[in-house]
């Protein structure tokens, strides 16, 4: 596949974005510098990078899908308040693969798992 500079400027934008961002985040980070970029562009290869395993999707019920440049095994928490997302490590899900496939025979290929709730921010924010 041709890895075009408009999908590794996507990419890339992902990667250095201090939240996970919708495509709609992305494509605003992106447009002034790229006026040629077109926000269906980068809904396209933000999904073709998640479908690659380059980019994870995150799925926000009644939201806007989001999107994290880390690929490796964690968690999401959404926050009810801010709808911010944030990672989160749970080492005791590690084992989770072998439980399933011990208790029902199944083989996990995916796991994803969004938490939801108050983050520290908004709950100090109610607090005060």
Do not use: W
């Not at 709609?24 to 790229?34: E, F, G, P, W």
């Not at 989770?96 to 969004?114: A, C, I």
């Amino acid at each position: 596949m041709k890895f075009s500079k408009q999908r590794e400027l996507i990419l890339n934008q992902v990667k250095s974005f201090p939240i996970h961002p919708t495509a709609d985040q992305v494509y605003s980070a992106l447009k002034q510098s790229n006026p040629s970029l077109s926000l269906g562009t980068v809904y396209r290869n933000l999904n073709l990078l998640s479908e690659m395993g380059m980019l994870l999707k995150i799925r926000i019920a009644d939201g806007s899908d989001r999107f994290d440049g880390r690929t490796d095994c964690h968690y999401h928490m959404v926050c009810d308040r801010c709808t911010q997302v944030f990672d989160v490590e749970l080492s005791e899900l590690d084992s989770l693969n072998e439980v399933v496939s011990q208790k029902y025979g199944h083989e996990l290929t995916v796991v994803t798992l969004n938490l939801n709730g108050i983050c520290c921010n908004c709950r100090k924010a109610e607090q005060n």
